[in-house]
Protein backbone atom coordinates (compact mmCIF):
# COMPACT_ATOMS: atom_id res chain seq x y z
CA UNK A 1 0.00 0.00 0.00
CA UNK A 2 0.83 3.60 -0.99
CA UNK A 3 1.57 6.42 1.31
CA UNK A 4 -0.47 8.53 -0.93
CA UNK A 5 -3.17 5.65 -0.70
CA UNK A 6 -3.31 6.25 3.00
CA UNK A 7 -3.19 10.08 2.51
CA UNK A 8 -6.21 9.83 0.58
CA UNK A 9 -8.29 7.21 2.32
CA UNK A 10 -7.35 8.27 6.13
CA UNK A 11 -10.58 9.40 7.92
CA UNK A 12 -12.39 8.73 5.23
CA UNK A 13 -15.95 6.68 5.15
CA UNK A 14 -15.21 4.32 2.00
CA UNK A 15 -17.59 3.19 -0.18
CA UNK A 16 -17.92 -0.12 -1.80
CA UNK A 17 -15.92 0.11 -5.24
CA UNK A 18 -14.16 2.98 -4.57
CA UNK A 19 -11.08 2.23 -6.80
CA UNK A 20 -12.05 4.76 -9.61
CA UNK A 21 -12.76 7.57 -6.88
CA UNK A 22 -9.06 6.47 -5.33
CA UNK A 23 -7.60 7.07 -8.64
CA UNK A 24 -9.25 10.30 -9.39
CA UNK A 25 -8.08 11.58 -6.22
CA UNK A 26 -4.29 10.61 -6.63
CA UNK A 27 -4.04 11.91 -10.35
CA UNK A 28 -6.17 14.90 -9.66
CA UNK A 29 -4.61 16.01 -5.95
CA UNK A 30 -7.95 16.49 -4.61
CA UNK A 31 -9.68 14.80 -1.72
CA UNK A 32 -11.67 12.04 -1.61
CA UNK A 33 -14.76 13.83 -1.37
CA UNK A 34 -13.98 15.82 -3.76
CA UNK A 35 -13.24 12.92 -6.62
CA UNK A 36 -16.11 11.55 -5.74
CA UNK A 37 -18.13 14.09 -6.00
CA UNK A 38 -17.01 14.78 -9.68
CA UNK A 39 -17.73 11.18 -10.94
CA UNK A 40 -21.18 11.36 -9.43
CA UNK A 41 -21.57 14.25 -11.76
CA UNK A 42 -20.08 12.68 -14.64
CA UNK A 43 -22.57 9.57 -13.82
CA UNK A 44 -21.07 7.28 -11.45
CA UNK A 45 -23.59 5.76 -8.76
CA UNK A 46 -22.48 5.47 -5.30
CA UNK A 47 -21.46 2.08 -4.09
CA UNK A 48 -20.93 0.95 -8.14
CA UNK A 49 -18.12 1.08 -10.25
CA UNK A 50 -17.28 3.61 -12.90
CA UNK A 51 -16.84 2.77 -16.33
CA UNK A 52 -13.42 4.48 -18.34
CA UNK A 53 -15.47 7.16 -20.02
CA UNK A 54 -16.84 8.37 -16.31
CA UNK A 55 -13.54 8.11 -14.83
CA UNK A 56 -11.95 10.22 -17.72
CA UNK A 57 -14.33 12.84 -17.81
CA UNK A 58 -14.11 13.66 -13.99
CA UNK A 59 -10.17 13.62 -14.46
CA UNK A 60 -11.67 16.36 -17.22
CA UNK A 61 -13.49 18.33 -15.40
CA UNK A 62 -10.15 19.21 -12.89
CA UNK A 63 -8.54 20.74 -15.58
CA UNK A 64 -6.55 17.51 -17.07
CA UNK A 65 -5.77 16.55 -20.82
CA UNK A 66 -6.02 13.03 -21.09
CA UNK A 67 -3.79 11.18 -23.99
CA UNK A 68 -3.97 7.59 -24.76
CA UNK A 69 -0.50 5.76 -24.24
CA UNK A 70 0.45 2.51 -26.46
CA UNK A 71 1.88 0.17 -23.61
CA UNK A 72 4.14 -3.05 -23.22
CA UNK A 73 3.72 -2.97 -19.73
CA UNK A 74 1.92 -6.30 -19.42
CA UNK A 75 1.43 -5.32 -15.21
CA UNK A 76 0.53 -2.62 -12.79
CA UNK A 77 4.54 -3.29 -11.50
CA UNK A 78 6.52 -3.27 -15.11
CA UNK A 79 4.29 0.06 -16.33
CA UNK A 80 5.05 1.38 -12.92
CA UNK A 81 8.97 0.96 -13.73
CA UNK A 82 8.99 1.81 -17.21
CA UNK A 83 6.79 4.89 -16.82
CA UNK A 84 8.14 6.37 -13.87
CA UNK A 85 8.21 9.97 -14.72
CA UNK A 86 4.62 11.25 -15.03
CA UNK A 87 1.12 10.67 -13.65
CA UNK A 88 -1.03 7.71 -15.54
CA UNK A 89 -4.66 5.97 -15.20
CA UNK A 90 -4.29 2.58 -15.54
CA UNK A 91 -7.41 0.34 -16.15
CA UNK A 92 -7.39 -3.38 -16.04
CA UNK A 93 -9.92 -5.56 -16.59
CA UNK A 94 -12.46 -4.48 -13.56
CA UNK A 95 -10.14 -1.82 -11.75
CA UNK A 96 -8.93 1.57 -12.15
CA UNK A 97 -5.56 2.21 -10.50
CA UNK A 98 -3.57 5.09 -10.56
CA UNK A 99 0.28 5.28 -11.19
CA UNK A 100 1.81 8.69 -9.97
CA UNK A 101 5.75 8.55 -10.79
CA UNK A 102 5.96 5.05 -10.60
CA UNK A 103 3.70 4.66 -7.41
CA UNK A 104 1.03 2.36 -7.39
CA UNK A 105 -1.62 3.57 -5.77
CA UNK A 106 -3.61 1.18 -5.04
CA UNK A 107 -4.23 -1.67 -2.31
CA UNK A 108 -4.62 -4.42 -4.69
CA UNK A 109 -1.88 -6.80 -6.14
CA UNK A 110 0.39 -5.32 -8.39
CA UNK A 111 0.76 -7.91 -10.73
CA UNK A 112 -3.07 -7.09 -12.30
CA UNK A 113 -3.26 -6.82 -16.20
CA UNK A 114 -2.93 -3.97 -17.70
CA UNK A 115 -5.34 -3.14 -20.37
CA UNK A 116 -5.37 0.46 -21.31
CA UNK A 117 -3.46 3.52 -19.92
CA UNK A 118 -4.03 7.21 -20.43
CA UNK A 119 -0.99 9.99 -19.57
CA UNK A 120 -2.34 12.33 -17.40
CA UNK A 121 -1.49 16.21 -18.14
CA UNK A 122 -2.37 19.43 -16.74
CA UNK A 123 -3.74 21.94 -19.03
Known amino acids: MSDTFDRITRNVRRERDDCSIIAVAAICSVSYPAAETALRCCGRLQNDGAYDETILSAVK ?3 YRVCPVTCRAKTLRSLARKYSLCHYLVATVDHAV ?3 RGEIVDDQTDLARVE ?8
Open 61 to 63: SFG
Open 98 to 100: AVI
Open 116 to 123: TVWLIVRK
